[in-house]
């Protein structure tokens, strides 16, 4: 595909965004979330040759909330290797994001780094070596080196929004404390974790920070993780980057994908190219309804799933 069709390609999904009717719900529990307007939808693809193609409000900041969760788990295993798996699992939870369920039968080991259970255990992990100041200074300056741009920075109104109303995730954080899986004082942990969720970055700039895991682990001639590392960050995206909407995200879009509830999506088609979509209306998984359906679209367009017959 020329890179004229695929501007194309991506200029009409926006507009088709722009005005779509069902844009789904906004999340609402923290003021500067709240105050998004429904109306934004943003694209950002970067192909393998390093080409970048942008439409709708690619260039404004959002908040990246749990697809943090990728860069830190990422962070993690560089920091402590195959330990991370001791202490959190690498199943589909089939649960929301904030689930507490599971925690008492599975002995305080979170089913996968990608809900919230499992990303406070990463942080936890991080700070087994950092200072929380040193472990959101290391996240940040990964996520500015990865997409190349200095200017990314924390929203702090949304990290001290989420630390006034994170009453599950202190509830999370301490109830596996309870079973040993938490080591360092949960203020901490969640101290950061909420840092993590309150990254803002573009489409554009999630796009490019993307790229590691489209291309076996590098960036350019930058070896950022292994080869087989970024295959399995890349799986566990597929299984668990959508909570309990992740089998429904590999049916219809067919790429490993992680969300958050500030409505982006980072989406790999490995090989191929690094996408980044926001739109802040969420379906009632949390997921971005927009997003998930401008995926749909360019999947089908493009012919990009995972599951499309090579060669
Ligand atoms: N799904 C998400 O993006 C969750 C992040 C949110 N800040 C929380 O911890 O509840």
Redesign the pocket.
């Known amino acids: 595909m020329g890179i004229a069709d695929l501007s194309a390609i991506i200029t009409e999904i926006a507009e088709e965004m722009r005005f779509a009717e069902v844009r789904g719900k906004v999340a609402d529990y923290i003021p500067p979330l709240a105050s998004v307007p429904h109306t934004k939808f943003g694209i950002a693809v970067v192909m393998a040759d390093g080409s970048l193609h942008t439409a709708g409000d690619a260039e404004e900041p959002f908040s990246i ?2 697809i943090s969760k990728v860069f830190a788990l990422t962070l993690a295993l560089g920091a402590v290797g195959d330990q991370v798996w001791k202490r959190v699992g690498r199943e589909p939870s089939g649960s929301a ?2 689930s507490i369920v599971q925690l008492e039968t599975e002995q305080g080991i979170p089913r996968n780094p990608f809900i ?1 259970a499992g990303a406070i255990v990463v942080c936890d992990v991080l700070l087994g070596r950092l200072e929380p100041r040193e472990a959101i200074g290391q996240l940040l300056r990964f996520v500015r080196e990865l997409a190349g741009d200095d200017s990314i920075a924390i929203d702090e109104t949304v990290a001290w929004a ?1 630390q006034e109303t ?1 009453f ?2 202190f509830a999370l954080a301490n109830y596996m404390r309870a079973f040993g899986n938490i080591h360092g004082p949960v203020e901490r942990v969640l101290g950061v974790y909420f840092h993590f ?1 309150a990254l803002a970055m573009s489409c554009r700039q999630l796009a490019l920070a993307g790229r590691f895991l489209m291309d076996g682990g590098r960036v350019g001639a930058h070896r950022v993780v292994t080869e087989r590392r970024s295959r399995r960050i890349n799986a566990l995206m597929m299984s668990c980057g959508h909570y309990d909407n992740s089998g429904d995200f590999a049916f219809r879009i067919g790429l490993p994908g992680k969300s ?3 409505g982006g999506i980072l989406a790999v088609a490995p090989g191929v190219a690094s996408i980044a979509v926001w739109s802040p209306g969420l379906n009632p998984s ?1 997921n971005s309804h927009l997003g998930q359906l401008a995926l749909e679209r360019l999947v089908q367009k493009t012919g990009w799933s995972v599951f499309e017959p090579r060669g």
């Open positions: 909330q749990s994001f904030n919230n989420e994170g599950r995730n969720c958050g509830v500030g949390g």
